[in-house]
Structure formats: structure tokens, C-alpha cells
């Protein structure tokens, strides 16, 4: 079955640096991988996600880069601020089955 | 559309009774979610219906838990009977189809005593 791992488990950057944050998948079928957040007592929401046809996507300061060769995909955050710290998890969904990464908690310092 | 609804927020139930959490997806989404998320353990895939029948239901940890969705409109998780290492939040979440943005619903806190 489809297999998504997720790492760092924390993370613990100073306010305006970068974040990665890196997951790889093991089915060669996926062609979905999209990230939510989820802050403190709030439900996960989709941030960025992009799809197998293209290697990397951009929406302000969070972008996410696709190795299809290699099976892993990275969220990257940069200019770090504050309210960036939550919980952080990928997906890799195969066909109908959403399954979700174990998770990073990314905690930005001011 | 308000978005995916559950409830309720918050039960607090002893153990051996039955609870029962519910949810409403999102009008026209086929595919609908349950996960069961804690710290130790992360997001957990419960149960997941696509046009209302039950596809994978391999994530149910064991036989005290049952899923159903009677209509596209109205599914229920059911755990009978309850015991403390079910304590967690439960969310479920609705897709319009599986490659596509999933909308949670703001989970149910259920602790077990």
C-alpha cells in the first residue's frame, strides 16, 4: 500500500529564516501531492499542492518542489514569521486514498 | 456551503458506553474521510466512502468501530463500546474527488474516562 514518510519531525528556526520540510512516497502512480497546515486546536487546511507534471510551484513564501525520479517532494518556507509555526503534513494520495504524512511541527522563533 | 460539519465539538463519555460522532460533507463531494489523530500517532485513515460506500476500511483499529453513510449527506462513526485509548480528535473530511483540496470538518474531541 502507499507509504508516505515525512521529515523532520520538529523543526525549530529563528523568524526570517528558511524552512524545508521533505516527504517521499513509494507509489510510482501518485501524481497529487499537496500540504496542509494545521495550527494549534484547528482542523488541517490545504496550503500549496502541485501535480506530477510539473517540478516546482510557487505561492508567495511557500513553495513546493516535485522529484518524481526520486519519489519525494519539499515544502519550502522562507522568510519565516511567526504565525508559520504550526503542525505541516504532506499527502501523497493514490487514487481515492488520502493518507497523510506523520507530520512536522515547525516552530518559528521571533 | 458552511463546509464540512461535525459534532459534536467536544464528548466526554465512560468507558464501555457507546459514542457516536457525525458529519456532514460538503454538497457535492463524493469522497468522504475519517482520521483519528493523536499525538503519539499522527493523522490516522479510519474509513473512506466514495459515493457513499465504504471503499477501505483497513485504518479501523478494531471491530468496536463502525462507519456507515446512508446518504451523500450524512455519514456516522460509531464506537461501542468506548474505552480510554480511544481518547482523540476525530475529523472527517470531503473531497470533490481524490485529487483534489480535502476539507476538514473541525473534529470531535472525545475523551473517555
Known amino acids: 500500500g502507499e507509504n508516505v514518510e515525512q521529515h523532520p519531525s520538529t523543526l525549530s528556526v529563528q523568524e526570517g529564516d528558511s524552512a524545508v520540510i521533505k516527504c517521499t512516497y513509494s507509489?510510482?502512480?501518485?501524481?497529487?501531492f499537496p500540504w496542509y497546515k494545521q495550527e494549534l486546536g484547528k482542523r488541517p487546511q490545504l496550503i500549496i499542492d502541485i501535480r506530477s507534471n510539473v517540478g516546482e510551484k510557487k505561492d508567495q513564501r511557500i513553495a513546493v518542489t516535485l522529484n518524481k525520479t526520486a519519489k519525494h517532494f519539499s515544502l519550502h518556507i522562507t522568510e519565516t514569521q511567526p504565525e508559520d509555526s504550526a503542525v505541516y503534513f504532506c499527502?501523497?494520495?493514490?487514487?481515492?486514498?488520502?493518507?497523510f504524512g506523520t507530520g512536522t511541527r515547525l516552530q518559528v522563533f521571533p | 456551503d458552511a463546509g464540512v460539519i461535525q459534532s459534536p465539538r467536544h464528548e466526554v463519555t465512560e468507558m464501555g458506553q457507546e459514542v457516536t460522532l457525525r458529519c456532514k460533507p460538503i454538497s457535492g463531494h463524493n469522497s468522504l474521510f475519517w482520521y483519528r489523530q493523536t499525538m503519539m500517532r499522527g493523522l490516522e485513515l479510519l474509513i473512506y466512502f466514495n459515493n457513499n460506500v465504504p471503499i477501505d476500511d483497513s485504518g479501523m483499529p478494531e471491530d468496536r468501530f463502525s462507519a456507515k453513510m446512508p446518504n451523500a449527506s450524512f455519514s456516522t462513526l460509531k464506537i461501542q463500546p468506548s474505552e480510554p485509548r480511544d481518547s482523540a480528535v476525530y475529523f472527517c473530511?470531503?473531497?470533490?474527488?481524490?485529487?483534489?483540496?480535502?476539507?476538514f470538518g473541525q473534529g470531535t474531541r472525545l475523551t473517555v474516562v
Open positions: 473530511a470531503s473531497t470533490l474527488q481524490w485529487n483534489t483540496e480535502a476539507f
Open positions: 507509489d510510482s502512480a501518485s501524481n497529487y
Open positions: 499527502a501523497a494520495p493514490n487514487t481515492d486514498k488520502l493518507i
